[in-house]
């Protein structure tokens, strides 16, 4: 599972409950965060180079947990691997599409996500008569990746309610969060919007797009698989409080060793 950082945990969380007999390995790119303020070319620069490290585990597969990454580099990188690569796209999409009610999907999404416009044209593949209305959200990352965002916190309250009150103009019924750092956010979000919009958690998509694929694939890990399986999480960089963000995330403590990797050595 990759992320630029830890939002991607939002989506390892989906998969402790839905693939619980595999083994994970996660990198978070801590060192180059923010992915979303960069362009499109050197997002797909840094993420060749997390796909080269990922692909020393032997792994089956790849979860693209990072919006940013997803629509900046996919489908156009998946060619280039003989394993699958997940991005959070099409599953939010779809989940998006199939909740609207009034056709009206709301997008919170990092800049390099909204200037994709990959969203708006995946969703009206579904169903070309659905609007999605994108909000750019640059001040979200940072925020969450410093512990901040929870209900009660009066500064992340202000950006959160300036950056949805387009969004409620629009009367959007389905709001789709964009990269997977938002989940952290929902209790906010949640307390604004109130409870007649849906939210798509893309972490959460993604991760039920894996349990699909992997069983398609016929590749799960055999009933004589360890009961415990490995967990193991490498950041490029250790951040101050990480593990105490991850388990924020995680909603549990991390359950495998922490590394560090020095992702330019990969390529
Ligand atoms: N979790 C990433 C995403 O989904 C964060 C983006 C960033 O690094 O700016 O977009």
Request: hydrophobic share 40%; aromatic share 10%; charged share 20%.
């Given at each position: 599972v990759f992320d630029s950082g830890l939002g991607g945990l939002t989506a390892v969380r989906a998969l402790d409950a839905l693939l619980p007999g595999e083994e994970l390995v996660f990198f978070g790119d801590t060192a180059r965060l923010p992915y979303g303020t960069r362009s499109h070319g050197t997002i797909r620069k840094y993420l060749r180079q997390d796909i080269a490290f990922l692909r020393t585990f032997d792994i089956k597969m790849l979860v693209v947990a990072c919006g940013t990454a997803s629509t900046a580099c996919l489908p156009a990188l998946c060619a280039e691997y003989p394993f699958p690569l997940l991005g959070v796209v099409e599953p939010s999409a779809a989940a998006a599409a199939a909740a609207t009610r009034n056709k009206r999907v709301g997008l919170l999404a990092t800049l390099a996500t909204v200037a994709s416009g990959v969203y708006e044209t995946t969703v009206n593949a579904i169903d070309p008569d659905v609007t999605v209305i994108p909000q750019a959200c640059p001040l979200l990352v940072p925020l969450v990746e410093n512990g901040r965002g929870q209900k009660g916190d009066a500064v992340a309250e202000i950006i959160v309610r300036e950056y949805l009150q387009p969004l409620i103009e629009a009367e959007a019924d389905t709001l789709i969060l964009g990269c997977t750092h938002y989940p952290l956010l929902s209790g906010l979000i949640r307390d604004i919007l109130g409870d007649g919009v849906t939210l798509i958690d893309s972490g959460e998509a993604v991760a039920q797009a894996a349990a699909a694929l992997n069983s398609d694939l016929k590749?799960?890990?055999?009933?004589?698989?360890?009961?415990?399986p490995k967990r193991r999480y490498f950041v490029s960089d250790y951040p101050e409080g990480y593990a105490l963000n991850a388990a924020l995330f995680l909603g549990r403590p991390l359950d495998g060793p922490l590394q560090k990797v020095d992702i330019e050595g990969y390529a």
């Open positions: 590749t799960q890990a055999s009933e004589f698989a360890p009961k415990a």
